[in-house]
């Protein structure tokens, strides 16, 4: 069974930042293409970044350079860097496979950017 477990979450000031970690188990992470995703209050899911398989890496234009994704292979683990928060980055973070799998959703971690 696939487990996806996210952590690293908090409340952060504007400007401050956070590393979100997606600890994996019934799945090796470096032979799938995986990504962070978002949830804000009343929005739908965004795909953030995505790590193929071969390392490659991708980032959804709102993320302007501020974010990095990373997986450490021996961990099983994908993290996610973030920096120069903003309030609009205010969300629930998920990671999960790209294309998504439905049934890999876990919890999420809560990401609060306010002062």
């Known amino acids: 069974q696939v487990q996806l477990a996210e952590s690293g979450g908090g409340l952060v000031q504007p400007g401050g930042s956070l590393r979100l970690s997606c600890a994996a188990s019934?799945?090796?992470?470096?032979?799938?293409?995986m990504a962070w995703y978002r949830q804000a209050p009343g929005k739908e899911r965004k795909k953030v970044a995505r790590?193929?398989?071969?390392?490659?890496?991708n980032y959804a234009d709102f993320t302007k350079g501020r974010f990095t994704i990373s997986r450490d292979n021996a961990k099983n683990t994908v993290y996610l860097q973030m920096s120069s928060l903003k309030p609009d980055d205010t969300a629930v973070y998920y990671c999960?496979?790209?294309?998504?799998?439905?049934?890999?959703w876990g919890q999420g971690t809560q990401v609060t950017v306010s002062s």
């Open positions: 019934g799945i090796i992470l470096s032979n799938y293409h």
């Open positions: 999960n496979q790209d294309p998504f799998r439905s049934a890999y």
């Open positions: 790590i193929a398989s071969d390392g490659t890496t």
